[in-house]
Nanobody, 128 residues
Framework: QVPLAESGGGLVQAGDSLRLSCTAS????????MAWFRQAPGKEREFVAS????????YYADSVKGRFTISRDNAKNAVFLQMNSLKPEDTAVYFCATSLTIYLDSHLASRDQSYYYWGQGTQVTVSS
């Protein structure tokens, strides 16, 4: 059983918006932080955004601050990423991830080693 399943990727033009969704198959997969990472061709996977279970705090990579918004719906075991003003450099495979522990420290929340469950990814392509 796949613990996390992403959806919402696609091909858009620069300046457009997309909303990614990630649903966990079990509530236990969502007890910690839920986060988004991305990996562009030929590059390492990088942090995008994270949100702890209570949703009180959110953490973003500098490259997406002010354009992307992360949110979660614990009743639906889901996390979302609203992406506005998309740029060609946002092109990547976007992965959803969840941690076993709640991280309220931005450094810990942004490390991929902090996350235990991962989705298979959804492609986002932004044309210029």
């Amino acid at each position: 059983q796949v613990p996390l399943a992403e959806s919402g990727g696609g091909l858009v033009q620069a300046g457009d918006s997309l909303r990614l969704s990630c649903t966990a198959s079990e509530r236990t997969f969502t007890r910690g932080n839920m986060a988004w990472f991305r990996q562009a061709p030929g590059k390492e996977r990088e942090f995008v955004a994270s949100i702890p279970r209570n949703g009180e705090f959110t953490y973003y990579a500098d490259s997406v601050k002010g354009r992307f918004t992360i949110s979660r719906d614990n009743a639906k075991n889901a996390v979302f990423l609203q992406m506005n003003s998309l740029k060609p450099e946002d092109t990547a495979v976007y992965f959803c991830a969840t941690s076993l522990t709640i991280y309220l420290d931005s450094h810990l929340a942004s490390r991929d080693q902090s996350y235990y469950y991962w989705g298979q990814g959804t492609q986002v392509t932004v044309s210029s």
